[in-house]
């Protein structure tokens, strides 16, 4: 007897599809502009990459919510989302950096960018091989290691802040090394054991005080109008924030992670990449 189609619920994978189709707008635009001699048109062909890494991450954030919220999580979902992020948080970003500077390091080069291509493909398939064994539950509030979504979501932002910095400019300057390190870290980063918030909790019926919700205004604003250098601060946040979390009192804690919207941490076996 042949196995059943799986199920494919329509709203959660046309998310999935949309944050796809960003990852490989992506990797075209980076394509076109590696082909470029005119730096100016390169810098804007990158500039488009990172804008569809960025609208990829959004669609990503919004597939396990609508997922969640209609109860149709479900393995064909898992597995399609695992590999569009493959292509969106893995290939396009180690793509990205490789055109930007690592192509000057030849071989090295090469092999950073897949080193973080590789700890971001088996960080996603280790969570799908757990998942598969059910050993992870819709209770899970919290990633084990940096998430692969919110790795890229790093580079993009701190490609961004380069490109802003050398506007104008023939080339990238000096501070354009620090995204060979960076990739390594964050390949280190996603299999380590700090704990990130997932922000599960926050969905469609997630309710604020009106201070806070002015506050999640004022911060969507400020990003908008500063977007060059406002999307890496909010990266950057909550990668350090992994760092401070095991010094902070369990109050402390809770109290932060309740005011992001999130509800007490349970402590669990493994989390979602």
């Known amino acids: 007897m042949s196995a059943p189609n799986p199920k494919i619920y329509l709203l959660p994978n046309l998310m999935t599809a949309g944050n796809l189709f960003c990852g490989f707008a992506a990797v075209l635009c980076i394509y076109d502009g590696a082909q470029e001699t005119n730096y100016s048109v390169a810098a804007m062909k990158f500039h488009d990459a990172i804008w569809f890494i960025l609208a990829a991450c959004i669609f ?4 396990g919510r609508l997922a969640r919220l209609g109860g149709h999580d479900s393995p064909f979902g898992r597995e399609f989302d695992s590999l569009a992020d493959i292509v969106s948080f893995g290939m396009a970003p180690a793509l990205l950096v490789y055109q930007v500077v690592l192509g000057e390091f030849h071989n090295l080069g090469w092999m950073i ?9 088996l960080r996603l398939a280790r969570f799908n091989c757990v998942a598969a064994q059910g050993e992870t539950t819709g209770a899970d509030k919290n990633f084990t290691g940096f998430p692969i979504t919110a790795a890229a979501g790093v580079i993009a932002s701190i490609t961004l802040f380069l490109l802003w910095l050398d506007e104008g400019q023939r080339s990238l ?7 060979p390190f960076l990739m390594l870290f964050l390949s280190f980063m996603m299999f380590s054991k700090f704990r990130y918030p997932s922000f599960k909790a926050v969905n469609w019926r997630t309710t604020q005080t009106t201070p806070r919700f002015l506050f999640v205004i004022a911060l969507i604003a400020v990003t908008v109008k500063f977007y060059q250098w406002m999307a890496a601060i909010i990266f950057l946040v909550y ?13 402390r804690r809770r109290e932060i992670e309740e005011e992001l919207g999130e509800e007490p941490e349970v402590e669990t076996i493994e989390e979602s990449p």
Do not use: I, M
């Open 113 to 121: 960018a897949f080193v973080y291509l590789a700890c971001g493909t």
């Open 60 to 63: 990503d954030l919004l597939d």
């Open 173 to 179: 300057g000096r501070w354009k090394y620090v995204l």
């Open 239 to 251: 990668l350090l924030y992994g760092f401070l979390r095991p010094l902070l009192s369990p109050k």
